[in-house]
């Protein structure tokens, strides 16, 4: 059948005559299905034509998401054109859709070797021969790693390369773990503690041809979720996020956390609500779950606005803080919950504080996590008190002025 022939053609990486070409594109749209389009794509790709080619692989992987040889297609495609982040993502639907296969394993190892990542590359070619020792391609992918990588890199990361780099990683993200001999302890959200075996872990990490920075994102990314206790996902999340004010020395610690730029040089950062532990949302969370930073930072604020607490009066003595029955001048938001910062900026607080205080400008003290201090501007005795107290480990430094919704840093306490 002509068909046919022309089809072996295509998948033997022949060029196709105008005619032979107008064929296959008409047998395709009678068609309707994945699999002649796909191969008239491939038949562009014969002919040199990327461009047209993956125009049309994209347009099939939409209408049939499920096809794995259409994403197999598209990532070849785009490694032609040496777009190696894109051809990523349709590579790892290939893989998902068929864990075995070692099409698009070899398609990957090709991306990392262009990369140098030359021990993701090893990992998954050393998967694939072990499938089948005489896969030609393999062999000579696996040579070219071997020929290019730097000798030190040879022995490929160890599982002490990858359990320090997810306990940093863990850390960083404010998941709590504990690493005991053998085995990783995460708190769950809604209690008690899972258990994983790291070297399980690492090796899964290989199997799927991953360097130790990207297992080490994949599992984080997971065990984060388990320890907000996401198996209710988005909802969850949106429902029980609150804001979280920190200064820039706090975005290291934060690495790999949901934030965004505040006012003042400070940062917004996103924790789940818990009684025991502050749960920073790691970023991966938002996109494993589709929320976007403005979804997430809008939920935090309404939330918080769920959550008021008032303004008390406050006496210092001593370089003791007591809550007064008369106002003394020097005020207090003091929920206590470590989001009372976060209500300063709010316009709900504000007007309390308007109320309690009087109009502003006010002096803003912000060196407790437990409580922020205020005090009217005018009010030169108690500006020189707050002056005088020293921040806690976990504070804010510095002065602060709020006037008309907008908080300010002061070079210093000058009243």
Known sequence: MELDRIRVKVWNGEALSDGELDLLRHAAQQEGGPLLRTTVAQALINADQLTQAVGLLETIRRDFPGDLQVHLAL?????SLERWNEAEAP???ALALNPDDPEPMKAMATIALRRAEWPRARALLEQVLRVDPFDTEAQLLFSEVEATAPAELNEGPTLEDFTRALAERLRAQSTPHLVQKDQLLIRLGKGGVARFELDALFHESQRLGRSVAEGVELFARDLAERSLGLPGGRLHVLAKVLPVVRDSAFLERGLGTARREGPAGLWHFYAIDDPEVVLYVPEGVLGALRISLE???????KNLEARPTEVRALELEQ????LSATPTGLWALAHGDGHDASRLLTPSHQAKMERAAGPGPWRVYLGLRELVLFCHERDEVSARKLEGLDSAREGIQG????????????????V
């Not at 979804?295 to 604020?301: P, R, S, V």
């Not at 002065?399 to 000058?414: F, V």
């Open 91 to 93: 590579l790892a639907r």
């Open 75 to 79: 990532g070849r495609a785009l490694i």
């Open 399 to 414: 002065a602060w002025r709020l006037h008309e919704g907008r908080l300010t840093s002061l070079p210093d306490w000058d």
């Open 295 to 301: 979804q997430l930072d809008d939920a935090a604020w």
């Open 319 to 322: 370089g003791a803080l007591r």
